[in-house]
């Protein structure tokens, strides 16, 4: 059973291997990911890891409380269709509906399995960015 708690510090060079230890939407540019965003995410926002019963981290969520947006949702390869993403999703969308939401939004690569992911989840496609990625949106 995945465990989700906030993420800390400490969590960062686990967080940076599972960020880079998935196979589809990987970081094609690095630089478009800087440590500020990073650390204001943790000191300000939402950013929550899901750890296996061993107690090792295996995905990460990231969610902006102000706007509702969820940034980043990554689980790593091998801890993939275990459950992981589905928690940390359902644990950020508490949180921004104690923020105060009642919709979140997000983009994902086109033809991905996240695609996939977020439609079996109850998230709705409004079209296609201008980067080409998929939208989502979802109502709670
Ligand atoms: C998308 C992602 C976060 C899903 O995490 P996960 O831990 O594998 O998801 P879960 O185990 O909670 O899956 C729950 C359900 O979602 C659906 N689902 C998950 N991955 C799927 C896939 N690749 N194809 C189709 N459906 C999928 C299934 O219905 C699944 O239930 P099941 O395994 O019992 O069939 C993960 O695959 C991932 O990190 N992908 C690479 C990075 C990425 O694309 N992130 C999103 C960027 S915005």
């Not at 291997?17 to 990987?26: L, P, S």
């Not at 950020?92 to 996939?116: F, I, M, P, V, Y």
Request: charged residues 20%.
């Amino acid at each position: 059973m995945p465990a989700i708690r906030p993420a800390t510090r400490a969590d960062l060079p686990r967080i940076h291997e599972v960020r880079h230890g998935t196979a589809e939407n990987r970081l094609t540019d690095p630089s478009k990911v800087t440590d500020e965003e990073v650390q204001w995410y943790m000191d300000h926002a939402i950013f929550l890891v899901s750890e296996d019963d061993a107690g090792t981290v295996q995905g990460f969520t990231c969610a902006n409380h102000q706007t509702g947006y969820i940034w980043a949702l990554f689980v790593i390869d091998a801890a993939q269709r275990k459950g992981h993403g589905s928690a940390l999703l359902e644990a950020a969308l508490q949180r921004l509906k104690d923020a105060g939401h009642r919709q979140s939004h997000l983009s994902t690569g086109a033809g991905t399995g996240a695609e996939r992911f977020y439609g079996a989840q109850g998230w709705a496609a409004m079209g296609q960015a201008v980067d080409a990625s998929i939208v989502f949106r979802r109502t709670f």
